[in-house]
């Protein structure tokens, strides 16, 4: 009887720390923190430059140039005070960009369509296999003689130009109707914002995003210091073959402390202490029943929860590693240095899926 209830208490005490912790996985700010971002730059309330509402390229151009641009630097405050001691910062004038915004796009090869005795060319939707993969001077031209680079800037030929993963710290993005590569043709919202209001006028005119376009990625990083989140920013312009237009967003805040609280550090060291007891109890158990111990249901699921939770302890352990690698990166550059944060957002979702894989089976 009294084993029962010893063992009764002990799976209560592991599944209270374990919510305790996936609790304290996610803050009450980070909702916060999304919830103004998704205000302040899809830009809902106003009609013309909602990017919701986005429909044709031009709506597109008009989003980026009237309401996204604008908001990327820090400017006058409402009494035409100067934004004093606020460079990096958005226009939100509480978030540091960290290094720039980039603007990709995936493009897709033309090619003959399958009956020729209306239109000869058609443009399928994007796949790896018909990925644009060359690099083309402005206007989207091979091997025009007449166009001299002198007369555009080193942004908007590198816009033309085609550029690999590893020179552009990016990764395959998923979206909701198709998997993008993470190579592909890239702006930089850099230098002065007259300037890249400038070059993406001249972008609009050299039909950066034409027929060909299948998809167009905008990505970012933002520190709140004030509550000390990252958030990592995605925009996503997907084209389909059909003529249909779908704008998306992401906004992912990442906390990168592993323990933001003494009690989350307790309840962490006693849930280690937890999966270590149930792992020498599962290993005694795999011992005595050999392969007979793998045909039970529950003891699959055992194994699943003391594999999720090593998993998610070194995902801790990695999330930590890698924000002191960002912080030394900052105080190197002064945050004037490109960072990524996709990869870290997909760990993170796999975390949240680990923790919640836990809390759902050892609940039932």
């Known amino acids: 009887m009294w084993s029962i209830i010893r063992e009764f208490i002990i799976y209560a005490i592991f599944l209270a720390l374990l919510f305790v912790i996936a609790f304290l996985n996610g803050t009450q700010n980070s909702f916060y923190q999304t919830d103004h971002l998704q205000k302040y730059f899809l830009n809902t309330r106003q009609t013309d430059c909602d990017y919701i509402q986005i429909l044709t390229i031009d709506d597109y151009w008009n989003w980026l140039n009237n309401s996204f641009v604008d908001n990327l630097r820090a400017q006058e405050w409402y009494n035409d005070d100067q934004p004093i001691n606020l460079n990096g910062y958005i226009n939100d004038k509480t978030n540091r960009m960290i290094g720039w915004a980039t603007m990709r796009q995936l493009r897709s090869k033309s090619q003959l369509c399958s009956d020729q005795r209306i239109i000869s060319t058609c443009?399928?939707?994007?796949?790896?296999?018909?990925?644009?993969?060359?690099?083309?001077?402005?206007?989207w031209v091979i091997n025009q003689t007449s166009i001299e680079e002198e007369d555009y800037s080193s942004s908007i030929l590198k816009a033309f130009t085609y550029q690999s993963s590893k020179e552009l710290d990016t990764y395959a993005y998923v979206g909701d109707h198709g998997?993008?590569?993470?190579?592909?043709?890239?702006?930089?919202?850099?230098g002065r914002l007259s300037d890249?209001?400038?070059?993406?006028?001249?972008?609009?005119?050299?039909?950066?995003?034409?027929?060909?376009?299948?998809a167009v990625i905008i990505q970012f990083t933002l520190y709140n210091p004030n509550v000390a989140l990252f958030t990592s920013v995605t925009f996503l312009l997907e084209f389909l073959s059909?003529?249909?237009?779908?704008?998306?967003?992401?906004?992912?805040?990442?906390?990168?402390?592993?323990?933001?609280?003494?009690?989350?550090?307790?309840?962490t060291i006693i849930y280690i202490c937890f999966i270590i007891y149930f792992l020498i109890i599962e290993i005694k158990l795999l011992s005595k029943?050999?392969?007979?111990?793998?045909?039970?249901?529950?003891?699959?699921i055992?194994?699943?929860?003391?594999?999720?939770?090593?998993?998610?302890?070194?995902?801790?352990?990695w999330r930590f590693k890698e924000f002191s690698r960002l912080s030394s990166l900052f105080l190197e550059t002064n945050g004037y240095v490109y960072v990524n944060l996709q990869m870290i957002a997909y760990v993170d979702d796999v975390l949240t899926s680990l923790l919640g894989f836990c809390c759902f089976f050892w609940n039932n």
């Open 123 to 139: 443009i399928n939707d994007y796949s790896l296999f018909n990925e644009e993969k060359d690099s083309f001077q402005p206007g």
């Open 196 to 214: 890249i209001k400038s070059n993406l006028s001249k972008l609009h005119q050299l039909r950066w995003i034409d027929a060909n376009t299948r």
């Open 179 to 190: 998997t993008y590569s993470a190579d592909g043709y890239v702006y930089e919202f850099r």
């Open 302 to 317: 055992q194994v699943g929860i003391i594999s999720c939770s090593i998993t998610s302890i070194i995902i801790y352990i």
């Open 289 to 300: 029943l050999q392969l007979k111990y793998f045909y039970e249901f529950w003891s699959l």
């Open 242 to 267: 059909a003529s249909g237009i779908y704008p998306s967003a992401r906004f992912e805040p990442l906390n990168f402390y592993v323990f933001t609280s003494l009690t989350q550090l307790i309840c």
